[in-house]
Nanobody, 124 residues
């Protein structure tokens, strides 16, 4: 599986960006979004199950970010709203073959495939 993330950019606080992840190969993986700020560890942001019917979010983005997928197009999107300077990071999409509930798939080690990342910068 190859993953390609896009959609990052520079935005003012309170603004929005829509990140997209295009996947080659199978569309039956659980997909996740992670982010990594300078000097910090990569952290979980959101995940969506195979059908798109179940999602999970980090507390820091709950209510502001929405993850969705289109299995016909093999894409997973992350709509980011009400962005804050603390959201500044490189955002990565990832895929896992683990057959666990999406609520249990929140660590970097659980994901097998990673995209190259897209930079999101939020100015104050």
């Amino acid at each position: 599986v190859q993953l390609q993330a896009s959609g990052g950019g520079l935005v003012q606080a309170g603004g929005s960006l829509r990140l997209s992840c295009a996947a080659s190969g199978r569309s039956t993986y659980v997909m996740g979004w992670f982010r990594q700020a300078p000097g910090k560890e990569r952290e979980f942001v959101a995940a969506i199950n195979r059908s798109g019917g179940s999602t999970n979010y980090a507390d820091s983005v709950k209510g502001r970010f929405t993850v969705s997928r289109d299995n016909d197009k093999n894409t997973v999107d992350l709509q980011t709203n009400s962005l804050k300077p603390d959201d500044t990071a490189v955002y990565y999409c990832a895929a896992t073959t683990l057959g666990l509930p999406v609520t249990a798939l929140k660590t970097v080690r659980q994901y097998d495939y990673w995209g190259q990342g897209t930079q999101v910068t939020v100015s104050s």
